[in-house]
């Protein structure tokens, strides 16, 4: 059974930064293309960011580009998600996920979710 552990959410004032980590159990993690996705209160979950399996491509919402940074460590197991110049709009549920398709940015394409980390940025 693959588990995908989120951490690193918290409160942060606006403008600030944080770095989300995801890691993974199981010995296939550089088998799949990872994602992160945000669901805020109210709102549908959209799409964040996804890299490829080797960490050589990646690809991000155009809201999020620029701010916005994901990574991978396969020998850690562990994908990243590095937030910066945070916005109260930011405030979200940050999940990971696991794809064994192209960095896909629909729901659907994900077999696996995290649990979630909670991210509330502060006016």
């Known amino acids: 059974q693959v588990q995908l552990v989120e951490s690193g959410g918290g409160l942060v004032q606006a403008g600030g930064s944080l770095r989300l980590s995801c890691a993974a159990s199981?010995?296939?993690?550089?088998?799949?293309?990872m994602g992160w996705f945000r669901q805020a209160p109210g709102k549908e979950r959209e799409f964040v960011a996804a890299i490829s399996r080797s960490g050589g491509s990646t690809a991000y919402a155009d809201s999020m580009k620029g701010r916005f940074t994901i990574s991978r460590d396969n020998a850690k197991n562990t994908v990243y998600l590095q937030l910066n110049n945070l916005k109260p709009e930011d405030t979200a549920v940050y999940y990971c996920?696991?794809?064994?398709?192209?960095?896909?940015?629909?729901?659907?394409?994900?077999?696996?979710w995290g649990q979630g980390t909670q991210v509330t940025v502060s006016s």
């Open positions: 996920a696991r794809s064994i398709y192209y960095m896909p940015s629909a729901e659907n394409d994900y077999d696996y």
């Open positions: 199981g010995r296939t993690f550089s088998n799949y293309a």
